[in-house]
């Protein structure tokens, strides 16, 4: 219902076909083929598990997607009444105000993380559970939060396994523009390779995620 209603009022706005989550899966590769011209890609309901077992930490997520890449991205978290929102080129704000809120730490090793543990090679959760670099570890659940919350210093440096489009669509356009930088754990530009499930390394800073990705042993990084 909520796709539905969203779906209307973007059309009314945007005449652009949409692309949400509970599409099927025939319909979303149909509109990503006929998309160069644009699409919007709608997450109506992102931490889906939270929201059905009362846990206050879920978003609505819409983003405008033109040639693989957004160019705009809205993120609304309906409990803490807060809206992320960015367009390509004009900086990211909260509610008004520019992003980041808070500056991060500038060594690795003074983060806060927000890492997916399911999501990410068993060796590789093993090593950070064993032998993290970062502070301290959180896994919210709502990845289009995760990425806004990036974006606004409450996280620091960012890991997660596989993304669909709509995850991350919205969210990495807000962390880019709010000066932030990402990676997949395979390639350095982050907006290539399969949309459908892409994993995600990223950072606040460019000094962060050199570190991040060093430390992680990426292709591409120092060290």
């Excluded at 652009?16 to 997450?43: H, I, K, N, R, S």
């Excluded at 993120?75 to 009444?81: I, L």
């Excluded at 093993?126 to 670099?133: D, V």
Aim: aromatic share 10%; hydrophobic share 40%.
């Amino acid at each position: 219902a909520a796709q539905h209603a969203l779906s209307l009022r973007l059309r009314e706005i945007a005449d652009y076909p949409v692309l949400g989550e509970e599409m099927t899966e025939a319909e979303q590769q149909a509109v990503w083929d006929a998309g160069d011209a644009g699409f919007w890609c709608v997450d109506p309901i992102d931490g889906t598990t939270n929201f059905v077992s009362g846990m206050p930490f879920f978003a609505m997520s819409i983003a405008l997607v033109k040639n693989g890449r957004s160019e705009l991205g809205v993120v609304y978290d309906p409990q803490a009444d807060e809206c992320f929102y960015a367009a390509r080129g004009e900086g990211a704000y909260v509610d008004g105000d520019p992003l980041p809120i808070k500056a991060p730490p500038d060594r690795l090793e003074r983060c806060i993380a927000g890492v997916d543990f399911k999501r990410i090679p068993r060796s590789l959760a093993g090593r950070l559970a064993a032998e993290h670099p970062y502070s301290s570890q959180r896994n919210l659940g709502a990845s289009t939060l995760d990425w806004c919350y990036l974006a606004a210093g409450r996280l620091h440096v960012y890991l997660h396994g596989g993304q669909k489009l709509w995850d991350y669509a919205a969210g990495a356009l807000i962390l880019e523009e709010a000066g932030g930088c990402m990676s997949t754990m395979h390639e350095q530009d982050f907006w290539q390779g399969n949309p459908w499930t892409r994993s995600a390394v990223a950072a606040l800073t460019p000094e962060l995620l050199s570190q991040w990705q060093t430390w992680l042993g990426l292709p591409g990084s120092q060290g």
